[in-house]
């Protein structure tokens, strides 16, 4: 647990009076965390670990959440992640009872009056001078055969530990495939770069009806259209408010990139509709748009459902049957800007949502999601794959059958997950931005994405070096894959060998 916070996987504990991660006693063990779901994932994890490690499996149906101060924070998504049941204090322990505060003589009475008891029935042919004196020597001679168990203990299990430690690091480094059936190096990739030092961010990718692009929404606000080698990127589409001198970054301008995006939008999730040449944007500040044919000014379809506003639209999809749109707003309490606390807080806000562009009727399909990402629609066109970002988890949505209306989880994830895209195959492409409690240190390699079949397994992985962090892999019928990036200036092409 120590080496997991040195290496930043754990956040820090208060300063105040916590001073150990991890107290043991026999087979109970109390492990003191911050209620975040990033650090709960890791403890499930080192926990699952060990267990592999040691034979030393944790029962986490038996075990229990105690929150301390933790008024105002969603425990929910916490106790969903882990799997364990929420409790309170005080809690027994060791045959004593836990509390968050001082104890006093009436907690521990019970306690006294059981050794009382017990004292009082022992033999006592030869009586000392005085009846405190039993107790005395009786606790003296429990202490003196207990402090020779513990010193035993304490050999064995500094020897376990330090044992087990090992084993944890060993696995993490020795174990990058474990997940994924195949495996393929993307870190030799073409790059189709942006107009130099102005942009940078291409999230998401996408191609018209006629085969062309890619398009990809950068960190100004506009939705560029890649033309070839000779011409690169132009101008395709941009927002409304969107302003060329105001809204080419400078490093001139006293403008924080947060306030700039607010005002000139953030393209995220991309996707046309094949038959119309409509294409669809989720922009993270100004909501649903469709840009016409031809590109321009977005017209902006939804801001605001059931009158609560969309803070972070993020994902799309078209159903290229019937046109309606299925789109996925992160958070209803923070922004693009936030999106680590949506992480850090388990916040559960987001919503999954249809528009339909003959009625422009809005449907909320599913609300109180963590964290919404990405989304696609399934091949046969009966449910929905809806990234969920914090815990690192796909969910499936059945919009027809019987089952419609309901969600069910679909795949756990080895990091992160972005956007979601189809691939040839009927399963998905699911872009993960970080791997879980990924080590700074090592061989420069980690998971860039991975390939889902349509029964929620993996089936491959792309890996590729650690600075490269995809948003979206976009695979197109003749075998070249996209990589879209938050952060990058430029848009990765790969092929498999």
Not at 164 to 172: D, N, P, S
Not at 414 to 425: A, F, M, S, W
Request: some cysteine; glycine content about 10%; overall charge positive.
């Amino acid at each position: 647990m120590d080496l997991a916070q040195q290496l930043n996987v754990l956040s820090p504990l208060s300063k105040m009076t916590i001073k150990h991660r991890a107290c043991i006693s026999a087979d109970d063990v109390i492990i003191f965390i911050k209620p975040l779901l990033l650090d709960i994932n890791a403890v499930s994890q080192i926990m699952d670990l060990f267990g592999k490690a040691t034979g030393l499996c944790t029962n986490m149906a038996k075990s229990k959440i105690l929150p301390i101060r933790c008024d105002g924070i969603d425990l929910t998504s916490l106790q969903v992640a882990i799997g364990c049941q929420i409790a309170s204090f005080p809690c027994p322990y060791s045959g004593m009872p836990l509390l968050d505060k001082r104890l006093k003589l009436t907690d521990v009475q019970e306690l006294l009056d059981k050794r009382g008891r017990a004292v009082s029935s022992l033999d006592l042919s030869i009586k000392p001078s005085h009846p405190a004196q039993v107790l005395i020597n009786q606790e003296s001679k429990s202490q003196g055969d207990n402090q020779q168990i513990d010193n035993n203990m304490g050999c064995s299990m500094s020897r376990l530990l330090k044992t087990t430690v090992t084993l944890i690091i060993l696995v993490l480094l020795l174990m990058p495939g474990a997940l994924a059936a195949t495996s393929f190096d993307a870190s030799r990739s073409q790059q189709l770069p942006l107009p130099r030092g102005t942009v940078h961010g291409p999230e998401s990718v996408a191609f018209d009806g006629q085969g062309q692009g890619p398009y990809s929404g950068v960190s100004d606000g506009r939705i560029l259209k890649w033309n070839g080698e000779k011409l690169g990127w132009t101008t395709y589409a941009y927002g409304p408010g969107y302003d060329s001198r105001t809204c080419t970054p400078s490093k001139f301008s006293p403008e924080t990139e947060t306030a700039r995006e607010s005002r000139c939008g953030r393209p995220l999730g991309l996707r046309f509709n094949q038959k119309s040449g409509d294409l669809y944007v989720a922009d993270a500040y100004k909501g649903l748009m469709r840009v016409a044919p031809g590109g321009g000014e977005a017209t902006v379809l939804v801001n605001q459902v059931d009158g609560f506003p969309l803070r972070f639209t993020n994902g799309v999809d078209v159903d290229q049957v019937t046109g309606q749109v299925y789109f996925t707003d992160s958070s209803m309490n923070y922004q693009r800007s936030q999106h680590e606390m949506v992480t850090r807080t388990g916040d559960s806000t987001g919503r999954l949502m249809r528009y339909d562009p003959r009625t422009s009727d809005v449907t909320v399909l599913q609300a109180g999601m963590t964290y919404p990402n990405g989304v696609a629609l399934s091949a046969d066109r009966t449910h929905l794959v809806v990234a969920s970002t914090g815990p690192c988890k796909l969910l499936r949505h059945w919009i027809k059958g019987v089952n419609a209306g309901t969600s069910e989880p679909f795949a756990d994830l080895p990091g992160y997950p972005d956007n979601v895209r189809p691939d040839t195959k009927g399963g998905y492409w699911v872009a993960l931005h970080r791997e879980k409690n990924e080590l700074p240190f090592g061989r420069d390699s980690h998971r860039l994405a991975v390939r889902v079949g349509n029964d929620g397994k993996i089936v491959e992985e792309m890996r590729g070096p650690k600075k490269v962090r995809p948003t979206e892999i976009m695979e197109r019928a003749n075998g070249k894959i996209y990589l879209g990036s938050v952060e990058l200036p430029y848009v990765g092409v790969v092929k498999r060998k």
